[in-house]
């Protein structure tokens, strides 16, 4: 055979894919009956995909003697590389296929999730249309299920990372109508308090006792009012004018633009409730990871 290979014929440098993957089926059955059945052509399609290979090589790839089929000795060297080829393509493939269809999970109190999270998401998902975002409202307290979770806990564990994210303040929120009856802090001894259940529980969550705690008003039973397990469902019973309620300021901005809520005064206290970003270490090389806890940082420091 006379060669085609040569410095000055580049479009002659990549043979056909589809005889190259014929040949490195061939020569691993080293029969063209089975690579043909392999492939799901015809024995003949197979010696036509050969023959076009070699003609393009100029090189025999194959030997065949007695009904045997050898490779070749440029055969021989040949298989490796092709197969190291595929290896690659494979390999770009799956890469390919597995950035274009990441799952991230992302771990977050409902409220807050529903409040703040979930109205801001769409910016991220424009900017990451490959990450597909799973939002986990129920969160296993060692945060070992999701990818980032987002809490104002910060429970320790030696393989993860707490991270300072965010700090929200809390005040009194109610209905307009509600509104027209208060006026400062002691009218809120006429209305219903609204409480949640987190902050009968965890220290670390505001509640009615500090909150009037932080005005010096440590003798008013707060202990009156309806429970709620969710500040979503505390908020909606303030808007539908049932009481008054303690508002993250994140979580009732929305609202109160709307006018569904109002804030009835204006007294500053330090009352505030942290949020942290809490995820495993070895997350900082997981690139979706780190597209979202940079798109969370800007959105922190953008509000």
């Known amino acids: 055979m006379v060669s085609v290979f040569n410095e000055g014929n580049m479009s002659k440098r990549l043979p056909p894919l589809n005889a190259l993957k014929v040949f490195e089926v061939a020569a691993r059955r080293l029969n063209f009956t089975r690579a043909a059945e392999e492939l799901h052509v015809t024995n003949a399609a197979v010696s036509h995909q050969i023959k076009l290979l070699e003609d393009f090589l100029g090189l025999d790839l194959f030997q065949r003697s007695n009904n045997v089929l050898k490779l070749t000795e440029a055969g021989e060297r040949y298989l490796p590389r092709i197969r190291e080829g595929f290896k690659i393509f494979q390999q770009a493939t799956d890469t390919l296929l597995n950035d274009n269809n990441v799952l991230l999970r992302v771990g977050v109190p409902p409220s807050f999730g529903s409040k703040w999270l979930v109205p801001r998401l769409y910016r991220f998902l424009n900017r990451h249309p490959h990450i597909r975002v799973e939002i986990v409202s129920e969160v296993d ?11 104002f806990r910060r429970t320790q564990f030696a393989d993860f990372r707490i991270e300072p994210f ?21 009218d809120l001894s006429k209305q219903t308090l609204l409480h949640e259940v987190s902050a009968m529980n965890d220290p670390d969550y505001p509640s009615w006792q500090s909150w009037f705690s932080t ?6 039973d707060v202990r009156k009012g309806p429970l709620f397990t969710l500040a979503l469902m505390a908020l909606q019973a303030a808007i539908d004018g049932q009481g008054v309620a ?3 300021a994140l979580l009732v901005e929305y609202d109160i633009a709307a006018g569904r809520l109002v804030r009835p005064f204006h007294v500053e206290t330090p009352l505030r409730l942290d949020y942290y970003l809490i995820y495993a270490a070895d997350m900082k090389e997981n690139a979706a990871f780190v597209a979202f806890h940079q798109w969370l940082i800007s959105e922190a420091q953008s509000r």
């Open 141 to 151: 307290r060692s945060y070992r299920d999701c990818d980032i979770s987002i809490d």
């Open 246 to 248: 303690l508002g993250q």
């Open 215 to 220: 005005l010096g008003v440590n003798d008013k």
């Open 166 to 186: 965010i700090a929200t303040e809390v005040f009194p929120v109610c209905s307009p109508a509600i509104a027209k009856n208060i006026a400062q802090p002691t």
